[in-house]
């Protein structure tokens, strides 16, 4: 009885076997199939965007066409638009915001895991995230109440006094501007550099590191050599993650950049961002015109995004490429 | 053939869910659902009407998506609400592009004060031309001979104006713009009137309390906010010289007495601006809100609701105004909207003859 038994229960493990067999053939094309899906979704998804937002933006295209993006007029009631402050605030708010975070993250990123001692690393990195997590009005609102006013009477009269020969530290300091839209969105994007870069660094094996000391070189050479070398384009995904989110970035900007559509060289000038301007304007915009013209800014903002990241890899690329020949 | 097979299950399981919900929400309650999108402005008060008006009738609900003005215009011309609301009427062309006749049904009353911020806090009073010139970047010291003129006795600052404008589109700046076209000329030819304008000077903030957050920080700004607003909040609400040639102090009673004055040119579909109107009591810079709805409505039973609660509207509603600080309709003008509302009807039948 029990052998029998025995023998049955083995039969029935075979089928099972078998059958598993069967359904992990299937359930691998089913697998192939669900993640080919998810994939070609995203692709359906950006090109679907790229679709709605030219067909909408159509009505604005043909009535301003180039000038749309070298005009410097944005007048709702004549329903006459120019984007080219908003492009420029755009950038140059988000450019200022890697000047200062950019040394500030990676900087940051090599001490947490090159140079600082092991029991202060967890509480570092636990504040990082953080800082990633507090909701961008929070940012916006810290601005207004705390950075914007520190700006106007400490920052900016001692910037004119000392640097005001430039034509970037000039004109009546207001605290709200392109340089305080710069301050908050580089606060912003660190945690996302310093986090990324972190990883990034802890992933570069350490025979890199050893092989480099071995030779005789010194913590600086190292990290410099064998680390950040090797490291190169993780740390060029980091900063291009918070470029990303320092071109998309819009309440809290909106809150300390004083919404002006002007360009001006001073950073302590008001400006503009794309991203502010449709968040702005859009709730209101009653005409057909007005609204198609938000539209055709949001497509103009996915446009500059691609490119500005596009370049970025290309630089990256140009200048990885010299550092090989150079080598050889 | 699969993929119809499967398209007709499909709809075959859509359909059922309908029929569920359907069922489901006619079990529950017999509750009419009526759907309304637009002004941000009197948000509040559509807010507490719709809940007080659920107690008057029970077999009424409302919803009410306060999206903006622009995406209520939208909304009712592509009939995707049952309501629309605006801060700003619409133009000619916007009526004409709507499938059916709309009706602008006023609903309170707004008005927008100046805010200003000078070290000693002086109690300003302002000339409608001061207004419009300190806007437009003529007028740039506080110490301006015309600033001093209206304001004997005030120790005006050698200090700048700077100029706050909201960044957002508003109902708030469509008031402010359109009683600043009135009252200048080059106002209304260099900027004109609307949610957002092209300002020739100034700073925008986001919102009443980005306008007034910026004003406050920063000494010898001036901005604009909502009466209510600026109520809550203690700020210094000067007085405005009116059309009469009156200084008049921003209040709800002065609110009311704005379009008390605009009453007796009232025309008939209240596509009115109420800015810079007659009488001696009249603050200047108010408006109306209005609910849009159209003239001849698709349902019979939304039809007839909807005229009972507008009628509720002006009549109970507006003892519900003062708690949030907004100004009820004077009631000559109650009485002009009365007969707007028995002109909605059904299939060309008043719905409101009933009564």
């Not at chain 1, 598993?20 to 053939?25: F, I, Y």
């Not at chain 2, 309304?36 to 809940?51: C, L, N, R």
């Not at chain 2, 600033?147 to 909201?166: D, K, M, S, Y």
Request: charged letters at 15%; glycine letters at 10%; hydrophobic letters at 50%.
């Amino acid at each position: 009885m029990v052998r029998e038994g025995g023998a049955a229960e083995g039969l029935s493990l075979l089928h099972l076997a078998r059958s598993t067999r069967k359904t992990g053939r299937w359930g691998d094309r089913l697998f192939r199939l669900l993640i080919r899906a998810a994939a070609l979704a995203l692709l359906g998804i950006v090109l679907g965007l790229v679709i709605v937002m030219i067909r909408a933006a159509l009505p604005s295209i043909r009535a301003f066409g180039w000038s749309f993006l070298f005009t410097s007029k944005w007048d709702p009631v004549a329903e006459h638009f120019g984007a080219l402050p908003l492009i420029y605030g755009t950038i140059v708010s988000a450019v200022l915001a890697l000047l200062i975070a950019v040394p500030l993250g990676i900087g940051a990123a090599v001490y947490l895991s090159e140079v600082a001692p092991s029991w202060i690393r967890p509480p570092i990195s636990f504040l990082v995230e953080l800082l990633a997590a507090v909701p961008s009005v929070v940012y916006g609102l810290w601005g207004v109440f705390v950075l914007a006013p520190w700006l106007r009477t400490q920052v900016q009269p001692a910037l004119g006094s000392t640097l005001g020969f430039l034509p970037l530290f000039q004109g009546p300091p207001y605290g709200v501007g392109m340089l305080a839209a710069g301050i908050i969105l580089a606060i912003m994007v660190v945690p996302f550099i310093i986090a990324v870069s972190r990883e990034v660094l802890l992933a570069v094996p350490n025979a890199q590191r050893e092989a480099a000391l071995a030779l005789g070189a010194t913590r600086w050479e190292t990290t410099r050599l064998a680390v950040l070398r090797y490291a190169r384009s993780g740390l060029t995904g980091a900063v291009l993650l918070g470029l990303g989110r320092a071109l998309g970035e819009t309440m809290a900007v909106t809150m300390v950049i004083g919404n002006r559509p002007e360009i001006s060289a001073s950073l302590f000038a008001p400006g503009y961002t794309m991203a502010s301007m449709i968040a702005n304007e859009f709730a209101e915009a009653t005409s057909d015109l007005y609204l198609s013209a938000l539209i055709e800014v949001g497509l103009l903002l996915f446009v500059v995004t691609v490119v500005v990241n596009a370049l970025a890899r290309l630089l990256v690329w140009s200048v990885g490429g010299t550092v090989k020949a150079v080598r050889e | 053939m699969k993929g119809v097979q499967v398209l007709g299950k499909l709809t075959g399981v859509i359909f059922a869910a309908l029929l569920l919900s359907v069922g489901y929400g006619g079990s529950v309650s017999a509750q009419l659902l009526m759907n309304g999108a637009g002004a941000t402005f009197p948000y509040p008060i559509y807010s507490k009407w719709f809940d007080e008006y659920t107690k008057v009738d029970p077999s009424v609900r409302f919803n009410y998506q306060s999206i903006g003005s622009g995406g209520g215009i939208r909304q009712i011309r592509e009939r995707t609400v049952d309501f629309g609301a605006s801060d700003g009427p619409m133009t000619d062309e916007q009526l004409k592009q709507a499938p059916g006749e709309l009706f602008h049904i006023p609903t309170v009353l707004g008005a927008v004060v100046a805010t200003y911020n000078l070290s000693g806090d002086p109690r300003l009073r302002f000339a409608p031309d001061l207004l419009a010139d300190i806007f437009l970047g003529k007028i740039t010291k506080w110490n301006d001979p015309r600033i001093a003129e209206v304001n004997p006795g005030v120790a005006l600052p050698n200090q700048p104006i700077i100029v706050v404008h909201r960044s957002d589109g508003s109902g708030t700046t469509y008031i402010w713009t359109d009683y600043l076209s009135k009252v200048s000329k080059e106002w209304e030819q260099k900027v004109g009137r609307g949610t957002s304008v092209n300002w020739p000077v100034g700073l925008g903030g986001k919102g009443n309390e980005g306008v007034s957050g910026q004003v406050k920080s920063m000494p010898g700004a001036i901005g604009y906010v909502e009466l209510a607003y600026a109520i809550k909040n203690n700020l210094p609400a000067p007085m405005v010289r009116n059309h009469a040639g009156k200084f008049v102090q921003p209040s709800i009673q002065s609110t009311t007495a704005a379009a008390a004055g605009a009453a007796k040119n009232m025309p008939s579909d209240f596509r009115v601006s109420l800015t810079n109107p007659p009488g001696d009591d009249a603050y200047p810079i108010a408006s109306f809100t209005w609910l849009l709805v159209y003239k001849d409505q698709a349902d019979a039973a939304k039809g007839r609701a909807m005229v009972k609660f507008l009628w509720w509207a002006i009549h109970d509603g507006q003892k519900y105004m003062s708690d949030l600080l907004y100004a009820p309709l004077p009631s000559q003008v109650a009485k002009e909207i009365e007969g707007k509302i028995r002109q909605i009807t059904y299939q060309g039948k008043p719905l409101l003859a009933a009564r």
